[in-house]
């Protein structure tokens, strides 16, 4: 099967071509017709927030983002607002409780703002879900139509970590503006005087974090239900500081759009930064969405003027002689990425760039990495040990390390 032809419907209306995306996140070549359960993509990442209309202005005043569609009271949906936002073929869609006695109330009590819903596209939910009840896992909902005057969407669901599931959507008979029972919606905001238009293009990764001893089974599950395959592996001194250890395994769909990096503490004389969010996310569920740019530097000169605070690196860093070596020459000089805080790591396919935001509520859970990539399949090796110093400094100034 071509590129072509697995382009999502996302990447289409972003006018994103296959050059760009085996650039940006490392789409690959990859026949479906032997997949029990084909994945095509990203389809929409969902967040429960205690405000949704003010997390809707956030992500649009900050991120760049653009509203397109929203379900609420008006509509008749009693239960909740939901605003849906798009940036390149990334969907964003913010649920926020209306109803004091919604399912929404009970869930952000327990967890606060994170993400419920890791949507993906796929050429055949009744196939996927099949899969998945041949193995065992867990199924949420049922393949079936919903419908209406734009069209029919086929949808089912799995659970996987914690309270995350993955909604399984089959667009090719739809063309409303995000499911049925949403009305198209543009924004009110006006973005400032030669803003540009995105400030991030697509979806590279999802890291979710899991408790003590149980990543291999969740690698596991990706593996036997979604036919996922290993990607990397990170144990031991790569991934440990002084104070605190992780384990990290990555998994991927064939075309290596979806990837998903499954961290677990490790045994340590302090907390890790998966202790942390385990305690403060009440379980497993998911740590940080990579958004890929193809202009880093701009993006967090952007993202700094709107008030998007980020991890220090500190001036160490840059001036260590054995990341000069290692990195070689990049397309911006290492004192630019000094100035921003911006990450840089090199493997033998290429380098990419990288930062990580702080959290983004008042939790310390979900945070936003941006990455750009000139290569480089891999997420970072070589800045893991620099990456959690900086978080074990954020944990220590909340009390958590």
């Known amino acids: 099967m071509s590129f072509q032809e697995t382009l999502t419907n996302e990447e289409k209306l972003a006018d994103l071509d296959?050059?760009?995306?085996?650039?940006?996140?490392?789409?690959?070549?990859?026949?479906e017709s032997g997949d029990e359960f084909p994945v095509t993509g990203w389809d929409a990442i969902v967040f429960v927030v205690g405000n949704a209309t003010q997390a809707a202005h956030y992500y649009q005043s900050a991120w760049g983002m653009e509203l397109e569609a929203y379900s609420g009271p008006e509509h008749g949906n009693r239960d909740h607002k939901a605003f849906v936002l798009r940036s390149g073929s990334i969907r964003f869609v913010l649920k926020g409780a209306v109803d004091p006695d919604s399912?929404?109330?009970?869930?952000?009590t327990r967890h606060g703002d994170g993400v419920v819903d890791i949507a993906l596209e796929v050429p055949?939910?009744?196939?996927?879900?099949?899969?998945?009840?041949?193995?065992?896992?867990?199924?949420?909902?049922?393949?079936?139509?919903?419908?209406?005057?734009?069209g029919t969407i086929r949808i089912g669901a799995i659970a996987t970590y914690g309270e995350t599931r993955h909604t399984l959507i089959d667009r090719s008979r739809y063309n409303g503006p995000?499911?049925?029972?949403?009305?198209?919606?543009?924004?009110?905001?006006?973005?400032?005087?030669?803003?540009?238009k995105r400030l991030f293009q697509a979806l590279d990764h999802i890291v979710g974090n899991v408790e003590l001893g149980k990543m291999d089974e969740w690698v596991g599950f990706y593996n036997k239900v979604m036919g996922f395959t290993n990607m990397a592996e990170f144990i031991g001194d790569d991934i440990a500081t002084d104070y605190s250890a992780l384990m990290s395994?990555?998994?991927?769909?064939?075309n290596h759009r979806v990837?998903?990096?499954l961290n677990e503490p490790a045994i340590s004389t302090h907390k890790s930064q998966i202790d942390e969010y385990l305690d403060f996310y009440r379980g497993p569920g998911a740590q940080h969405l990579a958004l890929a740019t193809n202009d880093i530097?701009?993006?967090?000169?952007?993202?700094?003027?709107?008030?998007?605070?980020?991890?220090?690196?500190?001036?160490?860093?840059?001036?260590?002689?054995?990341?000069?070596?290692?990195?070689?020459?990049?397309r911006v000089p290492i004192e630019e990425l000094q100035k921003r805080g911006i990450l840089v790591d090199r493997d033998e396919d290429g380098y990419l760039l990288q930062i990580f935001t702080k959290p983004l509520g008042d939790r310390p859970t979900v945070f936003f990495e941006l990455i750009e990539r000139h290569g480089s399949l891999g997420f970072g090796k070589g800045n893991f040990k620099a990456l959690f110093v900086a978080l074990e400094r954020e944990q220590a100034r909340r009390g958590n390390l």
């Open 18 to 31: 296959v050059d760009q995306l085996k650039k940006l996140v490392g789409l690959v070549e990859y026949d």
């Open 103 to 108: 399912e929404l109330v009970a869930h952000h």
């Open 124 to 150: 055949d939910v009744d196939k996927c879900i099949a899969q998945a009840k041949k193995v065992g896992a867990t199924v949420l909902v049922e393949p079936h139509d919903e419908t209406d005057e734009h």
């Open 178 to 196: 995000y499911l049925p029972g949403y009305v198209a919606r543009s924004s009110t905001f006006v973005k400032r005087d030669g803003a540009p």
């Open 249 to 254: 395994k990555v998994v991927a769909n064939g």
């Open 259 to 261: 990837k998903f990096p």
């Open 297 to 330: 530097l701009a993006t967090v000169d952007a993202l700094r003027a709107e008030g998007v605070d980020f991890l220090d690196t500190p001036d160490s860093y840059y001036s260590d002689p054995e990341l000069r070596e290692r990195i070689g020459q990049v």
